[in-house]
Structure formats: structure tokens, C-alpha cells
């Protein structure tokens, strides 16, 4: 039976989901608990959260703690943490607990790597306060609690909260947009099934097959109610008896059923419609079909965006802001518009590569797409998207960005050569009566060789960067009032002529920067010269991809992170914006003209 089809609040995407992982598969305290097969079975559902086939989450988005050594607090109060400062727009969290669950004291608890034999209410993750934090950090969303241990219905009590009566509904009416589900691996009375000589446990398992072989009939998407009744109809071939039967529940229905909503993609559907779409012909199928089969296959191809082979690109230029793309429109000749039903306009253009290094001639095919927003799930969305979509042998990431140093001035062009995703798993840690937060967030590197050739053009080739230096004064000229740009050189805000910086560059959720945040950002890298707030979401995409996905970050300087950013804002914001961008523009140009960005033969 298909999912039903709602109206209302959007469905989940990749944009919106979050996952939290938990448990552990070594146990130095209970070593009867340790099994490598928990182990294969966290990692086997890592790879499908990561994957373009399955929920094509980017890192960032995943709080894994399976097989963390860090002490229960520790591992609720980073939860907290990561819930606290998850995206506004995340609007649906997946938690997913693979490992052993015991009782102490009637209460429900689940293990981890410092769980002790008979000290469970000290050394392991109360399922009660599990559920405490997830709701009240989570609250008045979508929650999907997956628990693979012994006894694991045993949680449904602790997730009920105040909305344990069920209120009636209408499905075709609307999408729910609260609620918690728990779909547990054996009920309250029994344990779950994990033998050594087999590679998962036997539930996770069983949803990794539904998941990867998906569930004939279904539409284009799963419900968890649907995932359920194929993970049973698994198990009743393998598991004897009703030992290790799942259950489903939905405690919580004030705003309707969470468990009929479309979530994973239904890979048995993705083969109908290729079948399908593999008997369509010139000579057994009108045009329309033609067409009609196509639009299917986009909907609901493996990579959430599989848009054919036929589109590709040397050079793919994501841009989080309109104001930033209509810089690029500016300064090069935009073809049509190519709309995507799900990711709306990509625009193509093209830019001569004539370099002396090759004695090429062939024009850079190139495409841009503006995102509309700085969040860094949606860059990442959309960066995936179009990495899949136009497969370009460089993939760069230009717009605008606030300086951390006085040595980097408005107008000079940032390439960078490290981005840190500071904001990511950040740890509050108490300090006297309050707290700080603490690092940890992920390291993007740059392309070591893309970055090296952006060094010494001046030198290498003086005609043609210093046309590119004279393009820049030209602009600033054009954007600056006289008495603007005097006030500003003298202050020594503004260089003579912009200068290109290879330095590291902080992405995260703050642009205006009181000098005790710069400290607290230079105490984990000294380096750090400026600071975005979207980058760390395109470098997470492209490092996704492997080693083999080139990328490149491209920044122009508009302001500082100070108390001098509300100056700029209201005095000069717009001309030094449109400089600043522009710049970086020129720039691309100017790396294209020279060949030195890699393309396809």
C-alpha cells in the first residue's frame, strides 16, 4: 500500500532530517556485551544515511557517539548541544540506538562503551532522560526513534510525554508536523537477536534489506509504517516463532500519524520506472511518453536529483545570495535559464580559457546557481544537487565574506586554503557559575594544487593580472563616492589595489564578531583571517564526494568582524558589497583566462 498523500508542511528532505547515532559494539566492563556485529551494523547504517541512495545526509547533520568512550552526561549534554543549534528549518530527527538495553530499578537503560556490570544508572544512558532531552531540545516536531536492543518497546512509556491519547484524524488532510514514533526491535518482554556468525544484527539487518531492496507496489517514497511491515515480512523467514518481532508506535498523534509519512527512497519503485523508462524508444513511444517517463525518472531516481548524463560542466559556481548573483550577471553574459523542477534555475555560461600554458583556445563551459539563503544545509543540498546534476571538473563557491584581520581589507579576495566549520558540535563545558562553549567542529582542507596556482599570478603572468588589477580600481571608482574612498584609504581600510589572501577561513552562524568571540575563534586557529557563514556547507558537500571531487572557495572582502560592521553597513554597505563581489568575479575570470581551472576534455 502507497504512503498516503498529504498537503500542507513539506515532506522530510535531506535539508530538513538530522540523525542522532548511539550505542556501542565494545563493552570493556561487560565484555559479554561485545559483538562485532554491532559494530558492522552501525557502520552499514552510516554508509546508508551518508549515501546519495539513501538519505544523502551530509556529516554535519549526524551526531554519531556509537561507540563513543565519553560518559553518559556527557553524551546527553552533547546532544543537547547539537539540538540547540541545528538549523531552524530542520524539521525531522531520526534517533537510532544500536547496542544492549537492561533494566535497573525498573527503569529502561541503554548501554555504552563505559556501561559496568551492576552500576547501569551511573554508566549508562537512561532511556527516560534520553527521551527528556530529544523532546525539549526537539520540541514540536518530528521525532523517529529506532532502538535495536533487547527489551527495546520498553521505551514507548518514556517518549509519551503529555501526548500519550491519540486524537482523531484525517491523513488525506494534512502533514503532521509533530510527533514521535519508536519503532523498536523486539517488545518489551523479549531480546534482540545479533549472532556473531551473521553480519548485522538480525532487525538491522532486516531494515537494511527493506531499505536497499525497498518494497514492491510502494510509490517513490517509504513510510515508516511501510518499512515496518516489510521489516516483518522479513523476519518471518528468518527468526523462529514471535522472538524478535518489532513493533511499531506511534504514542503521540495530536497533529496526525508520522508513521504514513513518505521518508526513504523506495528502491524497488526506482527499478520500475528505469524498467520503464529502458523500454522507451523513438519507435515504440510518442514524444509525451517520452517526456512523461523522464519527469518520473527525476522524481524518483536513486540520487534525489539524477538529471541525466547529458548535462555537464567544466565549472560549477554555486552563490548563496541574489545580490551576490546579480554581481556575476554583471560582469558575464548569462545564457537562458534551465529550470529544475526541484532546484529551480541553473544558468549557463561560458568564458574563454586562452592561456599561454596550453595555447587553448576552447571556451570554459560553465553554469551557476544562486541558493537564496546562507543556511549550511541548504548549501550543502544544494551543492549535492548540482554536483550530481552538471558533474563539473571544479565545483567553486564565490561570494561575499567579513575580515578577522586587519591585514585582510576590504576589497581583497580570499581563496581558501582551509575552512573550519567551527559552529558544528560545538560543547558547552561549564566554567564557575556559567559556561563556555567548546571546538568541535570538522576541518575542511583546500584542493592543495587549485589553491597553489592561485599564488604568484603577479609574477607569472603580469599582462594579464595586472588588467585584472585594472578592472578592480576601475570598479571601485564606479562603486565608492570620492569622499568615500578617500575616508576609507585613510583609515587604512582599503589597499591601494586588492590583494589576494590564501588563508583559513571560519564558516559558521555569526558574521558580526564582538573581540572576545575573534579570541575565542583564534584560540583554535590562530590562522583564521576571515569568516562566512556558508562555505563550511559547499566544502562539506564536495569532501563528500571523494577525493577525486575537485572544489574551490573564492571570497571578497566587505567588511569587518567588529563594531565597525554597522558602520559599513549603513555608510557604505551597498557599493562596498558590489566591489567586493565584483572582485571575486574578476577574479574567476581571470583564473578561467589563464587555464588554470581543471575541465573535462
Not at 536497499?212 to 515508516?224: H, K, Q, T
Not at 513511444?285 to 517517463?293: H, Q, S
Not at 588589477?469 to 571601485?476: F, T, V, Y
Request: hydrophobic fraction near 40%; proline fraction near 4%.
Amino acid at each position: 500500500m502507497a504512503a498516503p498523500t498529504f498537503a500542507g508542511l513539506g515532506p522530510p528532505t535531506p535539508e530538513t532530517t538530522l540523525v542522532v547515532l548511539l550505542g556501542a559494539s565494545k563493552y570493556p566492563h561487560k565484555p559479554d556485551w561485545t559483538n562485532p556485529v554491532l559494530e558492522a551494523s552501525a557502520e552499514a547504517i552510516r554508509d546508508y544515511i551518508e549515501s546519495p541512495d539513501g538519505l544523502a545526509l551530509t556529516r554535519a547533520q549526524i551526531f554519531d557517539r556509537f561507540d563513543s568512550e565519553d560518559h553518559q552526561a556527557a553524551q546527553l549534554l552533547d546532544i543537547e548541544s547539537f539540538l540547540r543549534t541545528a538549523p531552524v528549518h530542520a524539521r525531522d530527527l531520526i534517533v537510532y540506538y544500536i547496542g544492549h538495553g537492561e533494566f535497573e530499578s525498573r527503569e529502561y537503560y541503554l548501554g555504552i562503551r563505559n556501561t559496568q556490570r551492576y552500576r547501569q544508572d551511573i554508566t549508562a544512558i537512561e532511556s527516560r532522560k534520553l527521551a527528556k532531552i530529544v523532546r525539549e531540545g526537539f520540541r514540536n516536531k518530528r521525532i523517529y526513534v529506532i532502538i535495536d536492543a533487547c527489551f527495546a518497546a520498553s521505551a514507548v512509556r518514556d517518549w509519551q510525554g503529555d501526548e500519550a491519547i491519540a486524537a482523531i484524524r484525517n491523513l488525506e488532510q494534512h502533514l503532521p508536523s509533530r510527533g514521535t514514533l519508536i519503532l523498536a526491535a523486539a517488545s518489551k518482554y523479549d531480546i534482540a537477536v545479533a549472532p556473531r556468525a551473521e553480519r548485522y544484527t538480525i532487525f538491522t539487518g532486516a531494515l537494511l534489506d527493506a531499505l536497499r531492496l525497498g518494497v514492491e507496489g510502494a510509490g517513490a517514497r517509504l513510510s515508516f509504517y511501510e518499512l515496518y511491515g516489510e521489516i516483518r515480512s522479513l523476519l518471518r523467514d528468518r527468526v523462529a516463532g514471535d522472538d524478535g518481532r518489532p513493533e511499531l508506535h506511534v504514542p503521540g498523534q495530536k497533529d496526525g500519524d508520522i508513521s504514513r509519512i513518505a521518508m526513504f527512497p523506495n528502491a524497488a519503485h526506482v527499478r520500475t520506472v528505469e524498467a520503464e523508462c529502458a523500454k522507451v524508444t523513438e519507435h515504440e513511444a510518442t514524444e509525451r511518453k517520452v517526456l512523461e517517463i523522464t519527469a518520473t525518472r527525476a522524481t524518483v531516481a536513486r540520487k534525489h536529483g539524477d538529471y541525466g548524463d547529458t548535462d555537464i560542466a567544466d565549472v560549477a559556481v554555486l552563490i548563496a545570495l541574489e545580490w551576490e548573483f546579480e554581481q556575476l550577471a554583471a560582469l558575464v553574459e548569462l545564457k537562458d535559464g534551465i529550470q529544475d523542477d526541484r532546484d529551480g534555475w541553473y544558468f549557463p555560461f561560458s568564458l574563454p580559457g586562452n592561456g599561454r600554458e596550453h595555447g587553448a583556445t576552447r571556451e570554459y563551459r560553465c553554469v551557476a546557481k544562486v541558493i537564496g539563503e546562507m543556511d549550511r544545509l541548504q548549501v550543502a543540498g544544494s551543492a549535492n544537487r548540482m554536483l550530481d546534476r552538471w558533474k563539473p571538473a571544479v565545483a567553486v563557491m564565490i561570494g561575499r565574506a567579513t575580515s578577522l584581520d586587519d591585514e585582510v581589507k576590504l576589497g581583497d579576495i580570499i581563496v581558501a586554503r582551509q575552512i573550519d566549520d567551527y559552529a558544528a558540535n560545538l560543547k558547552a563545558a561549564p566554567v564557575g557559575d556559567g559556561f563556555e562553549f567548546h571546538h568541535g567542529g570538522q576541518v575542511f582542507r583546500g584542493d592543495v594544487s587549485l589553491v597553489a596556482k592561485t599564488t604568484g599570478l603577479r609574477q607569472a603572468r603580469p599582462k594579464e593580472f595586472n588588467a585584472f588589477i585594472d578592472g578592480c580600481i576601475k570598479e571601485r571608482a564606479a562603486q565608492l563616492l570620492p569622499n568615500a574612498l578617500r575616508e576609507l584609504q585613510a583609515g587604512t581600510l582599503l589597499s591601494s589595489e586588492p590583494t589576494i589572501h590564501s588563508i583559513h577561513l571560519a564558516s559558521g552562524l555569526v558574521l558580526e564578531a564582538a573581540p572576545a568571540f575573534k579570541t575565542w575563534l583564534k584560540r583554535r586557529d590562530r590562522e583564521l583571517k576571515a569568516l562566512d557563514m556558508e562555505s563550511a556547507g559547499f566544502a562539506a558537500a564536495a569532501e563528500g564526494r571523494g577525493p577525486h571531487s575537485r572544489a574551490l572557495v573564492l571570497r571578497g572582502i566587505s567588511d569587518f568582524a567588529d563594531e565597525r560592521k554597522k558602520e559599513f553597513d549603513t555608510t557604505y554597505q551597498d557599493g562596498i558589497r558590489r566591489y567586493a563581489m565584483r572582485n571575486v568575479v574578476r577574479y574567476l575570470r581571470l583564473l578561467m583566462q589563464l587555464n588554470l581551472l581543471p575541465r573535462h576534455p
